[in-house]
């Protein structure tokens, strides 16, 4: 393919002024070394050299996606607009016209909103069996109902039921959980994301926008409430990322 740009994030243009990547052990997609090109006087793009027309989704290519961020950020240039995995443009003009101009007031929106501020990342699991053995170990009449019913021929009837009625006792303990999570930690952000699940075992799925100088204290809440509930449910705590959840555009009509 003739080259083009593998685009991973824009900055206003004068945060990234002088950046330079030498010393850091860390090169873009394909090896490519990473640089900063200014668009429309206005904004910097990260960027390395493209080799391919598309990019694979693989581990190994999100993950070098997202260190190059990182690593912009934590070299002091921190408020970015990350861009997905997988944008290639052939040349400047093109993004100009396709991003820049269309989504100029949202870019500016966006960057105002991220100033001073950052994401992470709150994902609890837990052992959804063990959860059910909690469950009727503490729920006395459900477990006798439950084990009236083995061994016997049930009516597809009984088995539905018996079935939402644990079901709705799950849910039950799932936002009891939940929103342990919401009470403590929602009050310190400025804006939550709820995100899907991602696996069976996965019961929440946050990301939170908190000023940079609270992380300290926001990521001593995650271990607190860890500790409270300790062997209960696992929690994955990712104080360091670039702040995809909150620079999203929203697509004109």
Do not use: C
Not at 5 to 28: E, T
Not at 105 to 111: A, D, G, R, S
């Amino acid at each position: 393919m003739k080259s083009g740009f593998y685009v991973y994030g824009i900055f206003n243009k004068p945060d990234p002024q002088n950046l330079s990547f030498q010393g850091l052990d860390q090169q873009g997609l394909d090896k490519e070394d990473v640089n900063f090109n200014f668009v429309d006087d206005e904004f910097a793009v990260l960027y390395s050299i493209a080799k391919q027309e598309r990019y694979l989704a693989s581990r190994r290519n999100l993950l070098t996606h997202e260190k190059v961020l990182e690593l912009a950020m934590e070299a002091g240039y921190k408020n970015v607009l990350p861009m997905q995995f997988g944008l290639v443009v052939s040349d400047w003009e093109k993004l100009s016209q396709q991003l820049i101009n269309p989504f100029r007031e949202e870019m500016k929106e966006l960057f105002a909103k991220l100033e001073n501020n950052r994401e992470v990342g709150v994902k609890v699991y837990w052992e959804t069996d063990a959860e059910l053995q909690k469950l009727l170990a503490e729920n006395d009449e459900l477990k006798s109902q439950r084990d009236s019913l083995i061994g016997q021929n049930l009516s597809m009837e009984q088995v539905i039921e018996i079935g939402q009625v644990i079901e709705q006792e799950m849910n039950s303990r799932k936002q009891d959980i939940i929103e342990i999570f919401q009470t403590n930690l929602n009050q310190m952000a400025i804006d939550v994301v709820e995100n899907d699940l991602q696996t069976e075992k996965m019961i929440y799925n946050a990301a939170y926008l908190i000023p940079w100088e609270s992380e300290p204290e926001f990521g001593k809440k995650v271990e607190a409430i860890d500790s409270k509930f300790e062997g209960r449910f696992t929690i994955r705590y990712n104080s360091f990322t670039a702040p995809f959840n909150f620079a999203r555009i929203k697509q004109k009509d």
